[in-house]
């Protein structure tokens, strides 16, 4: 779940909730990367932010409104709008197209003292925790196979380093075994849904695809005992209230919004 290289939008402070077709449906997860106002934002066991873009105040009332505060962090990319991109650019390995970020080379001595400075930043903030993406560049598939080992590394000295912070580790199916004892909980994006990137089309997944993907992580979440977490992309109601439908089978938390993420949706129409 990358984040969009855009301005970020400002939410307009009519909205104060995703608005849902149906009330008892209401999410528990909210992830936004655009600004938006913490005092409106009450409820939600988990709620995933762009760190810059709010004061020390202002997660401090997060915090007393909601379960869980977390700020999102790449340990697998870098973005060139991002605060430490000067410090990695001249060590990065290639482009990733679709997001316009750079991935990281954890191999390099520098790139995670760079990334547990950011952290420790970040966390002095008064986060709960992190959200970690980009998880899956470092699957069998991956970009950054090569570099497992190391991604497991880092994850470990994080939780070490801040035992009391929740960490959620974004996909990432297959390194579960060697990262279950440093993470908190799991999030899965696009399990209901397919968004072509190709012609930027929301849709739903082909059902056996979307049962053997649901498969596979109820069967993680019942050998681990970890808790996982769904994030699926929509842009109308008719849509929305299919992915409620497909998401009504099973007990995971979740979040439906655009695929940029910058604002809370409205589903009601």
């Known amino acids: 779940m990358r984040r969009f290289n855009l301005f970020l939008w400002l939410l307009p402070s009519l909205l104060s909730a995703p608005v849902f ?8 997860v909210l992830v936004c990367y655009g600004k938006l106002d913490p005092v409106k934002i009450k409820g939600y066991n988990y709620v995933i932010l762009e760190e ?4 020390k105040e ?17 340990l ?9 991109y000067n410090l990695l650019k001249n060590r990065t390995l290639g482009k990733n197209n679709n997001w316009n970020s750079y991935y990281l ?11 547990m400075s950011l952290i420790k930043k970040v966390l002095d903030k008064g986060f709960d925790g992190l959200f970690l993406d980009n998880i899956d560049n470092f699957s069998s598939f991956g970009p950054q196979f090569s570099q497992r080992n190391d991604l497991i590394e880092l994850i470990k000295r994080i939780k070490k380093t801040y ?6 580790q974004n996909s990432g199916l297959e390194l579960i075994p060697d990262t279950k004892n440093f993470i908190d909980s799991i999030l899965f994006e696009s399990v209901a849904t397919d968004f072509s990137f190709i012609d ?23 050998t681990y005992k970890i808790p996982v977490l769904l994030i699926e992309y929509a842009d109308n109601k008719l ?5 409620i439908k497909r998401l009504s089978s099973t007990n995971f938390e979740y979040f439906i919004g655009k695929i940029d993420l910058q604002a809370i949706p409205d589903f009601s129409k």
Do not use: C
């Not at 810059?52 to 004061?55: C, V």
């Open 239 to 243: 849509l929305y209230d299919q992915i």
């Open 200 to 222: 930027n089309l929301y849709k739903l997944r082909e059902n056996s695809d979307f049962l053997e993907r649901l498969k596979n992580i109820k069967k993680l979440s019942t």
């Open 58 to 74: 202002e997660i401090s009332l997060l915090k007393k409104n909601n379960k869980n505060v977390l700020a999102y962090i790449s």
């Open 105 to 115: 080379n954890l191999k390099d001595k520098s790139t995670p003292v760079v990334l």
């Open 76 to 84: 697998g990319e870098v973005n060139s709008n991002a605060i430490h």
């Open 163 to 168: 035992p009391n912070h929740t960490l959620v």
């Open 21 to 28: 077709s149906n009330s008892v449906n209401k999410s528990t």
């Open 52 to 55: 810059k873009n709010f004061k």
